[in-house]
């Protein structure tokens, strides 16, 4: 049983029984008293939310904002590029992030693709500049994932010529 099925569940035996006869309940079930489980519930109402202890996710553009890097330029042209990682126009699935970081031999991605801007970022920082450069001049509309290529090839679009089709990402999330 999932927690969201446990609360529906336990909410509805205190709308049914109310919230004393419930908490009578927990107590005989845990061999506690009912004092006991009163100051248990005190306790976890003071300490803070699990959400609220999360950290909202970092964009690229922060993530490269924070590395050490070499030269004003190269910072400019990782921000350019974290910009275009951020709204999917730069390496816009998880498996081209993970194609690209195989590619430049790192291994272990995470699973999730904001989660892979982290080693992306470092990985593109050791990159050359004249690398970074090539990577920034092209335009948007020339990059292209996986899909773009298979969905050009099947409708046959003259606009884009379609790079090697590589393999369908099952099971991989984003």
């Known amino acids: 049983m999932t927690s969201s099925h446990l609360d529906i569940e336990v909410r509805l035996l205190v709308v049914k029984y109310g919230f004393e006869k419930v908490l009578t309940a927990l107590a005989q079930a845990r061999n506690s008293n009912i004092e006991d489980l009163r100051s248990m519930l005190q306790e976890l109402e003071r300490r803070p939310k699990s ?3 999360k950290r909202p996710q970092q964009t690229a553009e922060q993530i490269v904002n924070k590395l050490d890097v070499d030269g ?3 910072g400019e042209l990782l921000k350019t590029l974290a910009h275009r990682f951020d709204s999917r126009v730069f390496l816009p699935n ?3 992030v993970r194609l690209f970081l195989q590619e430049h031999g790192n291994e272990g991605v995470p699973k999730a693709r904001h989660r892979a801007a982290e080693p992306l970022f ?3 920082a050791d990159l050359p500049l004249s690398e970074l450069r090539r990577m920034v001049s092209v335009e948007g509309s020339q990059q292209s994932s996986w899909y773009s290529d298979l ?3 099947i409708i046959g679009d003259v606009r884009q010529e379609p790079t090697a089709v590589r ?3 099952h099971n991989e999330t984003d």
């Open 51 to 53: 959400s609220q202890k």
């Open 151 to 153: 969905s050009a090839q």
């Open 167 to 169: 393999e369908s990402p």
């Open 122 to 124: 470092r990985c593109l």
């Open 72 to 74: 004003p330029e190269k």
């Open 94 to 96: 998880l498996r081209d």
